[in-house]
């Protein structure tokens, strides 16, 4: 089975930078994912790493350490509309997402 | 791009009675999961499919099946159902069933049991 653990909220102000931490325990793991879900909404993915290191798709970067299992969201100049969600979720053997149990993300003006 | 469909988009039911949800894959996608999600709680794997066949069961209640078809398009039915079934369901899909595919979340049915 897998578990992860994050934290469950989060507040940052516009412009600002905010990291995201995610630890995981499982077994046959294969990689680390992020989404984005808004109230209501689809989650909406971001962000996959399988292997070390750090992954960057333009205001969003995720990082992965297999040897912590450990990896992190990290946001950078923060808008008011990234406001919401936002869930680590590991794969494995099993194909089916594992997800944490999300951390709301407030961000003010 | 096409994302996944989903239908019904909002469905109320009474205690003990069945509905169906289906889910309709981005084209070339032939992996479909389902997923339930509570109020305030992360999305809970049910049940996947991958080339019409069942791939992987997590905490599906044995009141629920479902299925995969020809077309690639699945639905969810959902018997005798109680309250706590409220909650959002999700389809995604992926190319694919390595742990490494990429999983794309439809809009969600949000079922309300009364």
């Known amino acids: 089975g897998q578990s992860l653990e994050q934290p469950s909220e989060v507040t940052a102000v516009e412009g600002a930078i905010v990291q995201i931490n995610c630890t995981y325990q499982?077994?046959?793991?294969?990689?680390l994912s992020w989404y984005q879900q808004h109230d209501g909404g689809a989650p909406t993915f971001l962000s996959y790493?399988?292997?070390?290191g750090l992954e960057e798709t333009g205001r969003f970067s995720s990082f992965l350490s297999r040897s912590d299992s450990y990896g992190y969201l990290l946001l950078q100049e923060l808008q008011m509309k990234d406001s919401a969600s936002y869930f680590c979720?590991?794969?494995?053997?099993?194909?089916?997402?594992?997800f944490g149990s999300g951390t709301q993300l407030t961000v003010l003006p | 791009a096409a994302g996944v469909i989903q239908s019904p988009r909002h469905l109320i039911k009474e205690k003990r009675e069945t509905a169906t949800l289906k889910c309709y894959p981005i084209?070339?996608?032939?992996?479909v999961y389902w997923y339930q999600q509570g109020p305030g709680q992360d999305p809970q794997f049910l049940i996947s499919?991958?080339?019409?066949?069942?791939?992987d069961k997590g905490s599906i209640p044995d009141r629920f099946s479902a299925q995969q078809f020809s077309d690639y398009h699945s639905e969810l039915n959902m018997s005798s159902l109680e309250l706590g079934d409220s909650a959002l369901y999700f389809c995604?899909?992926?190319?694919?069933?390595?742990?490494?595919?990429?999983?794309?979340f439809g809009p969600g049915t949000r079922l309300t049991v009364l």
């Open positions: 995604a899909s992926s190319k694919g069933t390595s742990g490494t595919d990429t999983q794309y």
């Open positions: 979720a590991a794969s494995g053997s099993a194909r089916q997402l594992t």
């Open positions: 084209p070339r996608h032939d992996t």
């Open positions: 499919f991958y080339e019409k066949m069942q791939s």
């Open positions: 499982t077994s046959g793991f294969y990689g």
């Open positions: 790493n399988a292997l070390d």
